[in-house]
């Protein structure tokens, strides 16, 4: 899908001060797509957005996914390159630390944990899909085994990615012009994946790069929209 000049690939990738976000938007840099990205956190968006201008356009726009105001300036900001080819909802909260059993989950808590993991995704998607329909586009929505395994204390987060995995699933039915994808990273050494398991050495799990070859191996393939691990996707490594 890389093209060169104007016609450069535009890609929205929320959550990209840190973490997978930052990581797959320098993938997606590398191959020469223009970015706009979000976070909550100006002083790391800008800092991401520093050393990302280093390799292609970049537009940095702090603010919260869920804010629906926010998400029309991450469109508009794809619409001033005149076009929008991928859409990559990886923001996310995990909810409390340590994570409660369902039988005390504060019930305002869950709300918050479905109103930026589900609904914020799906707004953005819905203010995306006229560009993205026109493009071919493609929709990475960022998923978790937690969606489909009942791991003990999970029930919030992994209830949101469930709901989330679904909601691809039906516009993956709905949109047959545009490729939908979810998409499970697995296990990273992040800040998030730090919160779920407080007190314990996570060092042994990968970084956030790694994951990437399989994201970006996914967008250059033919593949049909569906239910991806970036594990299966990535290519062979070159023997000696």
Not at 163 to 179: D, F, G, K, T
Not at 189 to 194: D, P
Not at 219 to 234: E, F, N, Q, W
């Amino acid at each position: 899908m890389t093209t060169a000049s104007s016609d450069r690939p535009v890609a929205i990738v929320t959550g990209a001060s840190r973490g997978l976000g930052r990581a797959l938007a320098e993938g997606l840099a590398g191959q020469g797509w223009r970015l706009v990205i979000d976070a909550r956190g100006a002083a790391d968006l800008g800092a991401a957005a520093e050393a990302l201008s280093t390799r292609t356009d970049v537009a940095a726009l702090p603010g919260d996914i869920a804010d629906k105001e926010h998400r029309r300036e991450l469109i508009g900001a794809a619409q001033a390159w005149g076009r929008l080819d991928l859409v990559v909802n990886n923001a996310g909260i995990l909810g409390p630390s340590p994570q409660p059993a369902l039988a005390d989950y504060p019930l305002a808590v869950l709300d918050e944990v479905y109103r930026i993991n589900v609904l914020a995704p799906l707004g953005l998607t819905q203010l995306a899909l006229p560009l993205l329909r026109a493009s071919a586009g493609r929709l990475v929505n960022v998923t978790s085994d937690a969606a489909v395994e009942g791991y003990e204390g999970w029930g919030g987060y992994g209830s949101a990615k469930a709901a989330l995995e679904q909601l691809s699933n039906v516009l993956a039915a709905e949109e047959p012009a545009v490729r939908v994808y979810w998409v499970d990273p697995g296990d990273m050494n992040t800040r998030m994946h730090a919160e779920a398991f407080p007190g314990e050495d996570i060092s042994d799990r990968p970084g956030p790069e790694a994951p990437v070859p399989g994201f970006l191996a996914l967008l250059d393939s033919d593949r049909p929209s569906g239910r991806y691990r970036t594990a299966d996707l990535a290519p062979a490594p070159v023997g000696p």
